[in-house]
C-alpha cells in the first residue's frame, strides 16, 4: 500500500479566490488521480496528473479552472480556481502503485466557498 | 461506457444482522471490481477488491464475489457491527488501476 497526505486538510475560502491543494505520497508511483466529491454524491474523477507532462483532463472539467501539477513521483497539486459556492466539495487525491491493482486515497481536502 | 449501480440508501440494520449491498456494473473488456468504505470525516479505504470472474475478495468478515454471468459484486457480511457505520462505494476500473468509476454509495447505519 501507500501512505498519502493531504493539505490543506479543510479550507473555507471567499468566491473568487484559488486554491492549492497538495498531495505527498511515501514511496513513487506510477500513476496520480485526482477526484471530486460533492456533498452527498459520490467520487469523479478530474483528471490523471502525468509526472512531467499535462494532466489529462475527464470531460466537464478544464485545465484553466482545475490546473495540475506532477514535478516528480511522489508529488501533485490540484488548483481550484476562480472558486464559486458549486466547487465546495471534498477534493481527494489518489494513486496507483506498481505492480498493484489497485487505487490508494488520501484523506481527501474538505473546501467550502462562500 | 463503463457504470456502476448500487442499492439505494440509507440502509439502517441492527447490531448482528446480515448485510447484503447489491452492486451491478456495466463494461466493455473485463474490469476489476472493488469496494471502498468510507468512515465518517475520512477518505476513502479499499475494503476488497476482485480482478477476475469467479475471485471472492474478503476482508473484516466482508465478502463479494465477482459474477460475470451477472455482472455483480454484491457485498456481504454475516454479523455487522455498530463500527461498520460508512458509506460503502463499489467501484471499477478497466487496464489495471486507471480510471476508477464509482457507483453513487450506500450509506449505511448499524444500531447497537
Known amino acids: 500500500s501507500a501512505v498519502i497526505s493531504q493539505k490543506p486538510s479543510r479550507d473555507i475560502c471567499q468566491r473568487g479566490t484559488s486554491l492549492t491543494i497538495q498531495c505527498q505520497v511515501d514511496s513513487q508511483v506510477t500513476m496520480m488521480f485526482w477526484y471530486r466529491q460533492q456533498p452527498g454524491q459520490s467520487l469523479t474523477l478530474i483528471a490523471t496528473a502525468n509526472q512531467g507532462s499535462e494532466a489529462t483532463y475527464e470531460s466537464g472539467f478544464v485545465i484553466d479552472k482545475f490546473p495540475i501539477s506532477r514535478p516528480n513521483l511522489t508529488f501533485s497539486t490540484l488548483t481550484v480556481s476562480n472558486m464559486s459556492p458549486e466547487d465546495s466539495s471534498i477534493y481527494l487525491c489518489?494513486?496507483?502503485?506498481?505492480?498493484?491493482?489497485?487505487?490508494?486515497f488520501g484523506p481527501g481536502t474538505r473546501l467550502l466557498v462562500l | 461506457g463503463n457504470s456502476v449501480t448500487q442499492m439505494e440508501g440509507p440502509v439502517t440494520l441492527s447490531e448482528e444482522a446480515f448485510l447484503t449491498i447489491n452492486c451491478t456494473y456495466t463494461?466493455?473488456?473485463?474490469?476489476?471490481l472493488f469496494w471502498y468504505v468510507q468512515y465518517p470525516g475520512e477518505g476513502l479505504q479499499l475494503l476488497l477488491k476482485?480482478?477476475?470472474?469467479?475471485d471472492k475478495g474478503s476482508n473484516k468478515g466482508f465478502e463479494a464475489t465477482y459474477r460475470k454471468e451477472t455482472t455483480s459484486f454484491h457485498l456481504e457480511k454475516g454479523s455487522v457491527q455498530v463500527s461498520d457505520s460508512a458509506v460503502y462505494f463499489c467501484?471499477?476500473?478497466?487496464?489495471?488501476?486507471?480510471?476508477?468509476?464509482f457507483g453513487q454509495g450506500t450509506r449505511l447505519t448499524i444500531n447497537p
Open positions: 476482485a480482478t477476475k470472474a469467479d
Open positions: 489518489s494513486v496507483a502503485v506498481t505492480g498493484q491493482e489497485t487505487q490508494y
Open positions: 463494461a466493455t473488456g473485463y474490469p476489476s
Open positions: 467501484a471499477l476500473s478497466e487496464r489495471g488501476a486507471q480510471k476508477l468509476v
